[in-house]
């Protein structure tokens, strides 16, 4: 009987899907924690992922959202992003990205090495076993 219900629940799509949970990511931001409550970045598929908007304020970048796509601007460098799509548009060109976009909770994560290195500009160092990613905007990665 149970068994049946589920079956019955899932054909109708209301049953959640069962979801491999993704790794928290600390993400320190010229070492300092840039979220404490952990989450704004988390590991998928061997790529290190994080949510566009508050990379965007972390950057003090402008963002602008329609539907699955975003366009952030950060100093004089605009890029858009695509959940689903491979492939991101940086100052007009189309550039490869490590993993695809796709929302979490309802926001938008973006491989976090085009958005550090390609848009912001900055230096990013992540651990071998990606649970840790440091941002060096204004500090020495060395130091």
Do not use: C, W
């Amino acid at each position: 009987m149970i068994r049946s219900l589920a079956l019955l629940l899932l054909a109708l799509g209301l049953a959640a899907p069962s979801v491999a949970a993704e790794p928290v990511v600390h993400l320190t931001f010229d070492g300092r924690p840039v979220d404490r409550a952990g989450g704004i970045a988390v590991a998928r598929g061997g790529v290190v992922y994080a949510d566009v908007v508050d990379l965007s304020k972390a950057f003090d970048g402008l963002l602008t959202a329609q539907g699955h796509t975003v366009v952030v601007t950060v100093a004089a460098t605009t890029a858009t992003f695509t959940a689903g799509s491979r492939t991101a548009q940086i100052q007009g060109s189309p550039v490869a990205l490590s993993g695809a976009p796709f929302f979490r909770h309802g926001d938008l994560y973006v491989p976090l090495d085009a958005f550090v290195v390609r848009l912001a500009g900055a230096r990013l160092r992540v651990n071998a076993r990606r649970s840790r990613a440091d941002i060096y905007v204004n500090a020495n990665p060395l130091s």
